[in-house]
């Protein structure tokens, strides 16, 4: 996360949660609150599929929303700082597991 905040200069209420998986390993769960919403962030890898795959989910709220542009606008920022942050822990985790195999070296494989 220290890497994330430092790069884009956003995201300092992120916090990282142990969650623990099927298997027992902690699966990596990223909690955001949001400033201009009742809900909250939650960034995670897939339980099931492919296993590098993160999403977002969005806690639901029991009311409606009721926002002037200006908070719209301040909410739509606070979004897109989510998106980034799952592209990243995405990208982190595909770097972090690398396949092993033919071709997964591009230097060890020779031009025809």
Do not use: Y
């Amino acid at each position: 996360m220290a890497e994330f905040v430092a790069a884009r200069g956003a995201g300092e209420e992120v916090k990282v949660v142990v969650q623990d998986g099927h298997d027992g390993q902690d699966t990596g769960l990223v909690v955001m609150p949001l400033e201009h919403a009742p809900n909250t962030v939650w960034i995670e890898p897939r339980e099931s599929g492919d296993e590098l795959a993160w999403h977002i989910l969005i806690e639901p709220s029991s009311e409606a929303l009721d926002v002037t542009s200006f908070e719209l606008n301040a909410l739509t920022h606070e979004l897109q700082i989510a998106a980034e942050l799952c592209a990243f822990l995405q990208e982190k985790s595909l770097g972090h597991f690398e396949p092993d195999g033919p071709g997964a070296h591009p230097e060890t494989t020779t031009a025809e």
